[in-house]
Nanobody, 130 residues
Framework: QVQLVESGGGLVQSGDSLRLSCVASGRTFSTYTMGWFRQAPGKEREFVAAISRSGGRTFYADSVKGRFTISRDNAKNTVYLQMNSLKPEDTAVYYC???????????????????????WGQGTQVTVSS
């Protein structure tokens, strides 16, 4: 079992920045492909960004490209989502997710499909006021 705990959400104004963090349990974090998703009220869960195990590859949804940056620190078992120039349409619960080898799912890098991820955090609320 892998546990993911997100933090860093909050209420901000349009144009502000936030940095989300997600800490993962386990001693093999460097083998997990990590992703961020979000879900707004009444909408389906939406892909935001993904990062490869080493951090050398990243992939973003078009809606956040150029504003959001995903990164990871394998020594700290942590993945980050730096969100700049926030807009009201970024308001959602943000979830981090892990593709853990041997756990059944497989994330194809460049995909936006949540089914490739095996474990999910509880989510952190981000609210952007206009």
């Amino acid at each position: 079992q892998v546990q993911l705990v997100e933090s860093g959400g909050g209420l901000v104004q349009s144009g502000d920045s936030l940095r989300l963090s997600c800490v993962a349990s386990g001693r093999t974090f460097s083998t997990y492909t990590m992703g961020w998703f979000r879900q707004a009220p009444g909408k389906e869960r939406e892909f935001v960004a993904a990062i490869s195990r080493s951090g050398g590859r990243t992939f973003y949804a078009d809606s956040v490209k150029g504003r959001f940056t995903i990164s990871r620190d394998n020594a700290k078992n942590t993945v980050y989502l730096q969100m700049n120039s926030l807009k009201p349409e970024d308001t959602a619960v943000y979830y981090c997710a892990a593709d853990v080898p041997g756990s059944g799912g497989y994330y194809y890098f460049g995909s936006k499909d949540p089914r490739g991820f095996d474990y999910w955090g509880q989510g952190t609320q981000v609210t952007v006021s206009s």
